[in-house]
Nanobody, 119 residues
Framework: QVQLAESGGGSVQAGGSLRLSCAAS????????MGWFRQAPGKEREGVAA???????SYAGSVKGRFTIYKDDAVNTLYLEMNSLKLEDTAMYYC?????????????WGRGTQVTVSS
């Protein structure tokens, strides 16, 4: 079973930047789709960004141009670089790994890291 551990969350002012990390317990990147999701209080969890097994990336419209997803295979770590943060980016951010493409129906999930953006 893949274990995922997020880190890098924190409090930042609007317009600031954070980089989230997701360390995987085993080498997953050769065949897994990896992604970042977030959930704000009172809202459903939403997809933020994903990177498939071939390195293709996709982003939610609300973060496109501000967030970048990438991975470092050498250290089994997924990253989310977040720039120009907005108040509405405040949420718990989760890392996910999916063996069956990017369907997220049977994915492994981390416990999350909190991101709080203030004015």
């Amino acid at each position: 079973q893949v274990q995922l551990a997020e880190s890098g969350g924190g409090s930042v002012q609007a317009g600031g930047s954070l980089r989230l990390s997701c360390a995987a317990s085993e080498y997953t990147y050769s065949s897994y789709c990896m992604g970042w999701f977030r959930q704000a209080p009172g809202k459903e969890r939403e997809g933020v960004a994903a990177i498939d097994s071939e390195g293709g990336t996709s982003y939610a419209g609300s973060v496109k141009g501000r967030f970048t997803i990438y991975k470092d295979d050498a250290v089994n770590t997924l990253y989310l670089e977040m720039n120009s943060l907005k108040l509405e980016d405040t949420a718990m951010y989760y890392c996910a790994a999916d063996r069956a493409g990017c369907s997220w129906l049977d994915a492994f999930w981390g416990r999350g890291t909190q991101v709080t953006v203030s004015s």
